[in-house]
């Protein structure tokens, strides 16, 4: 009987169908049985018109029953083939819905990002743009120009590390950790005309050891002022400025002359010790000082003016330079600077 041998037909179509291991075979399963030219349900669908009248109702409808099933065969294999293929994938993971959402956790910035933007912020209220510059500098802008020429005793105050040029080492040319961000203050002059008012802070290098006080790499930050008829007094005026706004009225603040190559006079301005505040002669803070030394200054050398193409008749100003880290100590009262680098969280979220 016709019909039956369609059932059949079908039956084994479909088993072929979920046995197909991927979608080529179950590609040539389905041109096997359903292909518009040899698909074996094609040729039976031919073989209808050939049948006596009274027979072609039943197998018309077996036709069709064999195709449903087969067409549903096909589908369930493509799904399942696809679901396989995901599942693979993801490697057997799986959302569980009930687990908690993982907390936000909202960052802060660290107190020395948070100290160069109050410096910058503090420095801008008196008109100064803040800059920046490479930490990698040519000696001709971190001594040189600064009238530190090679050989000069001034340099053993910064105990330099030299770098190695992978470009090839020049040794007319060489190459250091800035060791102060007083390099800056060349290379705003050489790119500006007067006026200038500019605050760099900056990452700098040394070769030292670390203690409560000092680390082999800091932040300094460094003014620079140049206009007609600048004085010693602009720079004591807007240094005080500085000192009220960040520390408040009660801060004490000490000059007292000191030598620079590149300043002349040059000044170094001290805070009074926060920490002991001068009464405890083994103070880890100020060493039992009773003051911390917070920025060297002075009025820009002439010679350092004449470099850059500045007429030091018409022109003068005042530079400062000084550490992030010990402003930054002040004001959290931080006891030991490598508190700073630890990264401790339990430490530095409570600023
Ligand atoms: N660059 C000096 C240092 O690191 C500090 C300094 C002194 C900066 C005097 C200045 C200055 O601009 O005028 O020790």
Redesign the pocket.
């Known amino acids: 009987m016709p019909g039956e041998e369609l059932r059949e037909l079908a039956n084994r179509a479909v088993a072929e169908i979920a046995g197909a291991a991927d979608d080529a075979a179950l590609e040539a399963a389905r041109v096997k049985y359903l292909g518009r030219k040899e698909g074996a349900l094609s040729e039976a669908t031919k073989r209808i018109a050939k049948l006596p009248p009274g027979e072609k109702p039943a197998y018309g409808a077996a036709v069709n029953e064999g195709k449903l099933r087969i067409e549903r065969a096909l589908e369930e294999r493509t799904r399942a083939l696809r679901e396989a293929r995901v599942a693979r994938d993801l490697g057997g993971e799986r959302e569980d819905m009930s687990l908690p959402p993982r907390r936000v956790r909202v960052g802060r910035l660290h107190p020395i990002s948070q100290t160069v933007r109050e410096v910058s912020r503090v420095f801008a209220t008196m008109g100064f743009e803040t800059v920046e510059g490479p930490e990698i500098e040519w000696d001709y802008y971190n001594f040189e120009a600064l009238n530190i020429p090679p050989g000069h005793p001034a340099r053993e105050?910064?105990q330099t590390l030299w770098i190695s040029n992978p470009l090839g080492d020049d040794p007319s040319r060489p190459l250091l950790g800035r060791?102060?961000?007083?390099p800056m203050?060349i290379r705003v002059m050489e790119q500006r005309r007067p006026p200038v008012r500019v605050v760099i802070p900056g990452r700098?290098y040394r070769y030292e050891a670390t203690d409560a006080i000092r680390e082999s790499i800091f932040f300094?930050y460094?003014?620079?002022a140049i206009d007609e008829k600048l004085t010693m007094a602009d720079l004591k005026g807007v240094l005080f400025s500085f000192a009220r706004q960040i520390f408040g009225s009660d801060r004490k603040i000490r000059f007292r002359i000191?030598y620079?190559p590149?300043?002349e006079p040059?000044a170094e301005i001290a805070f009074d010790c926060f920490s002991c505040e001068g009464r405890d002669p083994e103070c880890r803070v100020c060493g039992g000082d009773g003051w911390i030394e917070a920025?060297?200054?002075?009025m820009?050398h002439p010679d350092v003016l004449r470099r850059v193409g500045y007429d030091p008749k018409r022109y003068q100003g005042?530079?400062?330079?000084?550490g992030i880290e010990r402003l930054a100590m002040l004001r959290t009262g931080a006891p030991d600077i490598r508190l700073f680098y630890q990264n401790d969280l339990r430490y530095l979220e409570q600023f």
Request: proline letters at 0%; charged letters at 10%; a negative charge.
């Open positions: 105050k910064w060791t102060h961000t007083s203050q700098c300094q460094e003014g620079l000191d620079f590149f300043t040059s920025a060297g200054c002075g820009v005042f530079a400062f330079g000084g």
